[in-house]
Structures are given as structure tokens and as C-alpha cells.
T-cell receptor, first 113, second 111 residues
Framework: SAVISQKPSRDICQRGTSLTIQCQVDSQVTMMFWYRQQPGQSLTLIATANQGSEATYESGFVIDKFPISRPNLTFSTLTVSNMSPEDSSIYLC??????????FGAGSRLTVL | DAKTTQPPSMDCAEGRAANLPCNHSTISGNEYVYWYRQIHSQGPQYIIHGLKNNETNEMASLIITEDRKSSTLILPHATLRDTAVYYCIVRPLQGAQKLVFGQGTRLTINP
């Protein structure tokens, strides 16, 4: 299965700023997803990152707040815009090559002050 | 997507078999049962999946009832490193491949 790397692994940011998280996969994957995990909670799907087109967002998540890019089959970025302390979470990237197994990165832990 | 119900927490002694139940009474005929686990501060890790037959791999066994409304994940000889949150998820084989996570079961392996 694919190996997924995320950068940064953690960051501390100031309120009102934006942070872009990068997700790199070691092989081409057909599907890529971004999840959020708030402290003590389960994972919530933010969006499906579509290669060459706009991401598909889940209910409660909007493009202006979480713009996503996916320029090719091995790379995607998630930006958390105009951050507030409520955005403090772990953000996880995942991908699938169609082999029925979704692989996850280790996550990017974001703290907003 | 069909929903799953899991106990919020379980304890198991090291070296014993850990049996984690999951109810998925509204599962559809084309939906698989997946199990993932999340060890503290790591991303979720795939364990096993199945449709209707029992499955076994190097990590665990998956027992699915004949009516497919429930399943059990079995860790045959639990170790301290198996302490994690275990998620049971149902997901169609075709179409959207996203996983929708519930709250999972926090399994604690005790020495």
C-alpha cells in the first residue's frame, strides 16, 4: 500500500493567519481525502481532493475556509485559512490506489493561539 | 453509508484474545466491513476487511455473522502495543471510497 508523508508534522500559528499542509504519496493514487480530528474526537472527513478539478466538500466544510489543491496523482495540499483557536486539530491526508485499502498519513497537528 | 455501533471502551489482559464487537444492522449487500485502528498520535492503520466470509491476516481475524448485521474483530494474543482506538466502518466496494468514522472502541491492554 502507499506511503503518505505530511508536512508540517506540527505547527503553532497565530489567529487570523493561514497554513498550508502538504501531502505527498510515494505512488500514484486514484483517490485522496482530507480529514480533521479535533482533540479527543474521531476523524471527520473534510473533502475529497480531485485531481485536476475542484475538491468535493462534505457538509459543514467550505472551499473558502479549506482550499484544496491536487495538481497530480501523488500530491495534494490543504490550506486552513483565517485560523481561529477552534481550528486547532490534527489534519490527516489519506489515499487509495483502488485496492480497497485507504492509507493515512501521520497527520499534521495544528495549534492556533 | 450504513452506521456502526461499538462499545466506547474495553479492557483486555496482555496475552489474551481481544474480541471487539461491532453492530451494523443496516448494512447493504454491496458494503464491506472494514476495521482500522489508531494508536495514540498516529494516523489510522488498516487492519482487515471482509464482505461475508470470515477473514484472517497476520494482524487479526474478522468474524461476520451470517446475516451480516454484526461482526467481531479478534486480536488473538493481545500485546501492550495493541492499545488503541479501533474503528469498525462499512463502506461500499464501488463508488466513493471515502471512510466515514464513528467513535470507535478504545481498547486498553493491561499487563
Amino acid at each position: 500500500s502507499a506511503v503518505i508523508s505530511q508536512k508540517p508534522s506540527r505547527d503553532i500559528c497565530q489567529r487570523g493567519t493561514s497554513l498550508t499542509i502538504q501531502c505527498q504519496v510515494d505512488s500514484q493514487v486514484t483517490m485522496m481525502f482530507w480529514y480533521r480530528q479535533q482533540p479527543g474526537q474521531s476523524l471527520t472527513l473534510i473533502a475529497t481532493a480531485n485531481q485536476g478539478s475542484e475538491a468535493t466538500y462534505e457538509s459543514g466544510f467550505v472551499i473558502d475556509k479549506f482550499p484544496i489543491s491536487r495538481p497530480n496523482l501523488t500530491f495534494s495540499t490543504l490550506t486552513v485559512s483565517n485560523m481561529s483557536p477552534e481550528d486547532s486539530s490534527i489534519y490527516l491526508c489519506s489515499g487509495s490506489s483502488g485496492a480497497n485499502v485507504l492509507t493515512f498519513g501521520a497527520g499534521s497537528r495544528l495549534t492556533v493561539l | 453509508d450504513a452506521k456502526t455501533t461499538q462499545p466506547p471502551s474495553m479492557d483486555c489482559a496482555e496475552g489474551r484474545a481481544a474480541n471487539l464487537p461491532c453492530n451494523h444492522s443496516t448494512i447493504s449487500g454491496n458494503e464491506y466491513v472494514y476495521w482500522y485502528r489508531q494508536i495514540h498520535s498516529q494516523g489510522p492503520q488498516y487492519i482487515i476487511h471482509g464482505l461475508k466470509n470470515n477473514e484472517t491476516n497476520e494482524m487479526a481475524s474478522l468474524i461476520i455473522t451470517e446475516d451480516r448485521k454484526s461482526s467481531t474483530l479478534i486480536l488473538p494474543h493481545a500485546t501492550l502495543r495493541d492499545t488503541a482506538v479501533y474503528y469498525c466502518i462499512v463502506r461500499p466496494l464501488q463508488g466513493a471510497q471515502k471512510l466515514v468514522f464513528g467513535q470507535g472502541t478504545r481498547l486498553t491492554i493491561n499487563p
